[in-house]
């Protein structure tokens, strides 16, 4: 079984930074995909951004291209969202999600596992 842990929401001011982390366990295989997830209040879950195990597939979501950036650490089976110029709209819970593919999607569908969730706030 996957098991996601994810560390580094917290409070931001408008034009702030922030960086989420997702720390996996259990893979089985040695390919798989990871991608980060949010959804806010009253708003339907929102596909961020995702990555292969290699660094490579890489999608953003319209709403954070050049503002976000993901990357992997491979032996460490960590993903990472390098958050910058945050915006109140960015407000969400934010959610790790992995799988066994290399798709480069950002559709929900296609991740069987998910981690709790980390509390983004943008707000001055």
């Known amino acids: 079984e996957v098991q996601l842990v994810e560390s580094g929401g917290g409070l931001a001011q408008p034009g702030g930074s922030l960086r989420l982390s997702c720390t996996a366990s259990?893979?089985?295989?040695?390919?798989?995909?990871m991608a980060w997830f949010r959804q806010a209040p009253g708003k339907e879950r929102e596909g961020v951004s995702c990555?292969?195990?290699?660094?490579?597939?890489?999608l953003y979501a319209d709403s954070v291209k050049g503002r976000f950036t993901i990357s992997v650490d491979n032996a460490k089976k960590t993903v990472y969202l390098q958050m910058n110029g945050l915006k109140s709209e960015d407000t969400a819970v934010y959610y790790c999600?992995?799988?066994?593919?290399?798709?480069?999607?950002?559709?929900?569908?296609?991740?069987?596992?998910w981690g709790q969730g980390t509390q983004v706030t943008v707000s001055s």
């Open positions: 999600a992995a799988d066994y593919h290399t798709l480069g999607t950002l559709d929900a569908k296609w991740y069987a596992s």
């Open positions: 990555i292969d195990h290699s660094g490579s597939n890489i």
């Open positions: 259990g893979f089985t295989y040695d390919f798989y995909a």
